[in-house]
């Protein structure tokens, strides 16, 4: 491939194009020989959108380049969450720059809204590349004037872009496969998921089942029986893997069964110095989700502000289309949130083995008990291959 020999730039300006940059915001109202001034406001923020768009593809495509290979080095587990915690802060950005938009009256809007012809939001590629990126599922979608939302898009590359960030993993799955390898959940001195169901059984036991039994007032016990029973059945969706997949069917879980328990098991053993990090990097997840539905709430709110109920200038409902996506539906880490569900008090949570425990500790000594293991005749040679993985975090 040959090289770009073209000069390097001189100075801020060519550096960052600024000459091309700053002439693409045309006013259509002005072409049409009556500029309206809150126009070029509209533009320059949507503009803005795009290029925080941009931003934000460039660092999850990063962070599933990361998570794709075999054996994940734990060392770069710093990076991802260093480059999720900046998708974060841009969606904390972009959601406040409604703010600024929002500045603009309903009048001023209408003013130009006729030369957006069929110019739409909905039309944003780069957007929709981020829902697929993330893991939006294409079943779960809302039809966009009752046909599939890649209709838009008429253009080889745009479609092109769109089926690629459909067949390529999302972060929803390689985060998936990597839950799924979270230390503890096969290790022969820790069944982690076997102690959790007997915690919690002892736990509705002693809190809600021997207190129905010592009851006297019939209301009460009639109150502590159902709330025995509708806590056992909420953990029993969990607990029965073909419970648990069947929600999993129906689209209402979103994680498989095993990368389910390693969530939860991260989640109740945070405070071990190997799980730090992984469980930062869960909550990054949830807050980019929050966000995620933030930003598409204070969009709908914009929308009904400037333009009440009329029809979207792409054809769409309008108001009532965008209102339809803020919901469950389009939350890629659903799992996550429901975790708190299924936790348990802290006196409660199973105790970790002392093998256990040192796997957890720290790297370098995880890889001293990872001998010491590997050297004991109570351990057999497919768990001292699996404590050697571990070593690896390949989580």
Same mark, same amino acid.
């Given at each position: 491939?040959?090289?770009?020999?073209?000069?390097?730039?001189?100075?801020?300006?060519?550096?960052?194009?600024?000459?091309?940059?700053?002439?693409?915001?045309?006013?259509?109202?002005?072409?049409?020989?009556?500029?309206?001034?809150?126009?070029?406001?509209?533009?320059?923020?949507?503009?803005?959108?795009?290029?925080?768009?941009?931003?934000?593809?460039?660092?999850?495509?990063?962070?599933?380049?990361?998570?794709?290979?075999?054996?994940?080095?734990?060392?770069?587990?710093?990076?991802?969450?260093?480059?999720?915690?900046?998708?974060?802060?841009?969606?904390?950005?972009?959601?406040?720059?409604?703010?600024?938009?929002?500045?603009?009256?309903?009048?001023?809007?209408?003013?130009?809204?006729?030369?957006?012809?069929?110019?739409?939001?909905?039309?944003?590629?780069?957007?929709?590349?981020?829902?697929?990126?993330?893991?939006?599922?294409?079943?779960?979608?809302?039809?966009?004037?009752?046909?599939?939302?890649?209709?838009?898009?008429?253009?080889?590359?745009?479609?092109?872009?769109?089926? !690629?960030?459909?067949?390529?993993?999302?972060?929803?799955?390689?985060?998936?496969?990597?839950?799924?390898?979270?230390?503890?959940?096969?290790?022969?001195?820790?069944?982690?998921?076997?102690?959790?169901?007997?915690?919690?059984?002892?736990?509705?036991?002693?809190?809600?089942?021997?207190?129905?039994?010592?009851?006297?007032?019939?209301?009460?016990?009639?109150?502590?029986?159902?709330?025995?029973?509708?806590?056992?059945?909420?953990?029993?969706?969990?607990? !029965?893997?073909?419970?648990?997949?069947?929600?999993?069917?129906?689209?209402?879980?979103?994680?498989?069964?095993?990368?389910?328990?390693?969530?939860?098991?991260?989640?109740?053993?945070?405070?071990?110095?190997?799980?730090?990090?992984?469980?930062?990097?869960?909550?990054?997840?949830?807050?980019?989700?929050?966000?995620?539905?933030?930003?598409?709430?204070?969009?709908?709110?914009?929308?009904?502000?400037?333009?009440?109920?009329?029809?979207?200038?792409?054809?769409?409902?309008?108001?009532?289309?965008?209102?339809?996506?803020?919901?469950?539906?389009?939350?890629?880490?659903?799992?996550?949130?429901?975790?708190?569900?299924?936790?348990?008090?802290?006196?409660?949570?199973?105790?970790?083995?002392?093998?256990?425990?040192?796997?957890?500790?720290?790297?370098?000594?995880?890889?001293?008990?990872?001998?010491?293991?590997?050297?004991?005749?109570?351990?057999?040679?497919?768990?001292?291959?699996?404590?050697?993985?571990?070593?690896?975090?390949?989580?």
């Amino acid at each position: 491939m040959d090289e770009d020999k073209s000069p390097a730039p001189k100075n801020y300006q060519e550096y960052l194009m600024l000459q091309n940059l700053l002439k693409c915001q045309v006013l259509q109202s002005e072409k049409a020989g009556k500029p309206v001034h809150d126009e070029h406001l509209f533009i320059i923020t949507h503009q803005a959108y795009e290029l925080w768009f941009k931003q934000m593809l460039f660092e999850i495509d990063s962070v599933r380049e990361i998570f794709v290979v075999p054996t994940m080095d734990e060392s770069r587990m710093l990076n991802i969450i260093n480059r999720l915690q900046r998708v974060s802060l841009i969606l904390k950005l972009l959601v406040d720059q409604f703010i600024i938009l929002e500045t603009m009256t309903p009048l001023d809007f209408l003013e130009f809204r006729q030369h957006l012809a069929t110019a739409s939001g909905f039309q944003s590629l780069q957007f929709r590349l981020l829902e697929n990126k993330l893991g939006v599922k294409q079943e779960n979608r809302i039809k966009y004037n009752q046909q599939h939302y890649m209709k838009v898009f008429n253009d080889e590359e745009s479609i092109k872009m769109l089926m !690629d960030s459909v067949e390529q993993p999302s972060l929803l799955a390689v985060v998936e496969r990597w839950l799924e390898r979270t230390p503890g959940l096969q290790r022969h001195d820790f069944r982690f998921w076997r102690a959790f169901e007997t915690s919690v059984s002892r736990w509705l036991d002693e809190t809600i089942y021997q207190p129905y039994i010592e009851e006297t007032d019939p209301k009460m016990k009639e109150t502590l029986m159902a709330e025995y029973q509708k806590q056992k059945d909420s953990f029993d969706t969990i607990l !029965d893997p073909i419970k648990y997949n069947t929600f999993v069917e129906r689209g209402e879980r979103r994680l498989s069964h095993k990368a389910f328990q390693g969530a939860l098991l991260i989640s109740l053993y945070r405070d071990e110095p190997r799980f730090h990090q992984p469980y930062q990097l869960l909550t990054l997840l949830m807050d980019i989700d929050s966000l995620m539905t933030k930003w598409r709430y204070n969009h709908v709110m914009m929308v009904q502000r400037m333009i009440g109920s009329k029809v979207g200038t792409g054809g769409s409902s309008g108001y009532h289309y965008l209102r339809s996506t803020v919901s469950d539906r389009y939350k890629v880490f659903l799992d996550l949130f429901n975790l708190s569900t299924y936790v348990i008090p802290r006196e409660y949570i199973p105790p970790l083995t002392m093998s256990m425990k040192r796997t957890l500790s720290t790297l370098s000594t995880e890889v001293e008990s990872g001998i010491e293991d590997q050297s004991s005749s109570l351990e057999s040679s497919d768990q001292s291959n699996e404590d050697t993985s571990q070593v690896m975090f390949t989580m």
